[in-house]
């Protein structure tokens, strides 16, 4: 089985980079490797190596992800999207094909976190190495058992070709392009199952360079659920609890906010949403303009 991976990528050039190393550890090589980027800073100075693809264009994760699937050329099984900041283990790759081997009706699937920085000051890349060199020094079998799941997770996620077909990621969700992982899984539902699984496991360290600005973010907390409702992709109930939790999170904490986060932007951007909801200007793709 063939496994493609696609990196979608602005703003971190060091955490790009070292994903040369990591597809090097894989104890199954990938059948290719694209970094898809907004601009040539999003890569270190010089950088070049005849194992990656770059591709080049308008910033914004759906669109670069978009392109990736687009300039695929070694007719991958599965193609694999990871985030720029998340450190696999070596059997990553095998991990993924052994799932996708394992489950003829599997569409889409995330793995398993050893850490996941995204919800604190996150994770150094010297602690993600020794947690997942420990891991791999265990050598534990690979558990291709499936576990439930509402959607995949956009760091580390992975998808059968052959039922992408012509789905994409939508670009209606401009920039960080908030909860495009769980819409487009969804749409993948009507072809195969979406779980989760074990089979694979990395770190994601949650490094806070390149993400949106609080303001964006908090518009996006409210405008992204109240669209994908209306696509069908987010059930009312799974969209109101989404809302619900971080809108009353950025509130609470706005008084005494962690310092990696931008509490007040988000009450901003939260309440920016509210008022364009109630004079029906409210689009996800409203945060372009601010």
Sequence with gaps: MKVAIVIASVGRPVELARWVDHARRQTLTPSEIIFSIASDADLPAGFADPSVKVLRG??????????GLDALTSAPDVVAFFDDDYVPSRRCIEGIAA????HPDLVGTSGQLLADGIHSAGVDYETATTMVEAYDAEDPPIDTSL???????????????AAIGDVRFDEKLPLYAWQEDVDFSRRLRSRGRVERTHGFVGVHQGV?????????LGYSQVANPLYLIRKGTM?????LWLMMRNVGSNHVKAFTPEPWVDRKGRVAGNWRAVKDLLTGKLRP????DF
């Excluded at 576990?147 to 070709?161: D, H, L, P, S, V």
């Excluded at 806070?208 to 964006?216: F, H, W």
């Excluded at 059930?235 to 969209?239: E, G, N, V």
């Design 58 to 67: 308008p910033k914004g994760s759906c669109h670069q992800r978009n392109s």
């Design 99 to 102: 799932v996708f081997t394992a």
């Design 147 to 161: 576990i439930k799941a509402m959607g995949t997770y956009g760091c580390n996620m992975a998808f059968r070709c």
């Design 208 to 216: 806070k360079g390149g993400r949106s600005p609080g303001l964006r």
């Design 235 to 239: 059930a009312p109930s799974d969209a």
């Design 285 to 288: 793709d409203r945060i372009l």
